[in-house]
């Protein structure tokens, strides 16, 4: 996706360690007429293994998954990460090691929102170790629901999640892949 | 807003206390239509004020603050609750008691995406007591930014909120209110 590379290119920071910040467009300050065109083409990929859910985990899943369900006109869910007062008692939780945390995050979603007959792309800001997004696909599957693909706005795929992901058989795709962050460098791949 | 207020009627749920679970709609499961609509209808009522910067608190204001901004043409930024590695380090700080937790939360901006110049819309899932709102507002005047109004999606009016924060003195918008929820019911005002 030309504009979204092109925006990284101009504005993405390599901090070091494989970290970009990308916090004036995509996770803290977001831009909206950028999401709903990154949420058109994410829905453009997906469209046709007809899903009836988006799903997501809070917090800067939010936003591309949002438009992504508006291009497809589905609803959206996003698995919490505190049990709100409102949840459904018998939620399915499941959870991820945290990239930047160093302890695990628990996903809640409740069966509510997530079951047997629902079709499900998954889809997440970004594509690294892929762990939050193995996750988000165990509560799928332990929602007895089918998931069908898994998109995301950046891969890092120097983290290799893609090759974790490849067991769950559905097609993943990003729309800017950046191949390597060496020597203070940003590669996106064309 | 009509179809709002008729999307709580149907599926809102008095869970007593005064707690409103509208988790099938608002803030776990997301209608992305009512959302572009409740943006649409939250921008229209503050667009004459100029704001050039749509401010939010994830995790649940993300979804209308979102819309709101693309309907204005301008950012949204989101308070964060945590610190993320990729945060600027002269981040603004302040807190807000929780009404949930009983703690209070920390909310995050950075002064990269806040500052001297911007004309602040803070836009939020619900208004009840006004301490997440008043927190936001107070990063606002931190960050030297102008505040120009409060928007919400749905206002508890029996909590108050509204008389706390009439001292900011800019105009407070809610495009449903509820006035009562004693004995099980959800009383909208017309």
Redesign the interface.
């Known amino acids: 996706m030309e504009i979204l590379k092109e925006r990284i290119r101009r504005e993405g920071v390599n901090?070091g360690n494989g970290?970009?910040?990308?916090?004036?467009?995509i996770?803290?300050?977001?831009?909206?007429?950028l999401?709903?065109a990154v949420g058109g083409a994410l829905a453009a990929r997906f469209a046709h293994l007809q899903p009836n859910k988006v799903f997501t985990a809070?917090?800067s899943g939010?936003?591309p998954a949002?438009?992504t369900?508006?291009a497809l006109?589905?609803?959206?869910?996003?698995a919490?990460k505190?049990k709100?007062?409102?949840?459904h008692p018998n939620a399915i939780v499941e959870t991820a090691p945290s990239h930047?945390?160093g302890s695990d995050v628990r996903l809640t979603?409740?069966p509510?929102?997530l079951g047997p007959g629902d079709r499900v792309l998954v889809i997440d800001d970004f594509l690294a170790t892929g762990k939050t997004i193995e996750a988000l696909a165990r509560l799928v599957r332990g929602a007895g629901a089918t998931l069908v693909g898994i998109g995301t706005v950046i891969e890092k795929s120097f983290e290799n999640g893609r090759a974790d992901l490849a067991p769950w058989g559905v097609p993943v795709e990003s729309l800017a892949i950046i191949s390597s962050m060496d020597h203070g460098k940003i590669v996106i791949e064309d």
């Open positions: 901090l970290i970009l910040k990308v916090d004036g467009f996770n803290h300050q977001v831009d909206p007429t999401m709903l809070e917090i939010i936003a949002l438009t369900a508006l006109g589905v609803p959206v869910v996003y919490r505190s709100p007062i409102t949840m930047t945390k979603v409740s509510e929102f």
